[in-house]
């Protein structure tokens, strides 16, 4: 295959989770804005007697994922929306539990190359501190959603 290049006009992300412990998949919505950043914290080592560097380590792996969303997808393929998981109950009810149990994600995001071959980025564990929601007159109502997530790993696909 020659080059191809993926166009930011077409992509999918997907939230991934369980319902009554089964696996779920549910498409956010029109997506204004993927950023996948994976980052590591190093630090230099310096020996007594140089100024020059001997060694550098990583610690603290962590990815952060950015969505901005609009014309959402409000289920998780049942009611209560993906969102609500964050913060109430997976039962729903639509009220703030007084737990310090964290609900954990799955993102898959979907990038379809002008050859028609994809490239798939799945972030794991991935939890949001906040969910905000953005409405302006005459406007779709948008989400700009930031979490953070365990790992990532890529793969290329074909066209299916």
Sequence with gaps: ???????????TLYIVGTTGGVPVSAAVGVIK????????EH?????WGSILRVAVAKHTHKVQVKF????INNTLTTTPAWWTYTHHTTSGGGTIEDTNAVKLFDI????????????K????????????????????????V???GKSVVWANTAHS
């Design 1 to 11: 295959m020659g080059d191809s290049y993926a166009f930011a006009n077409r992509g």
């Design 43 to 47: 630090v230099p080592l310096y020996g």
């Design 121 to 144: 980025g799945t972030v794991s564990s991935v939890y949001f501190p906040s969910i905000p929601f953005r409405a302006s007159e005459g406007q779709w109502v948008k989400q700009d």
């Design 68 to 71: 901005g969303a609009m014309k």
């Design 146 to 148: 930031t979490g953070e």
């Design 33 to 40: 804005d993927v950023e996948l950043t994976m980052s590591t």
């Design 108 to 119: 898959e995001a979907v990038f379809t190359f002008e050859d028609g071959t994809y490239l």
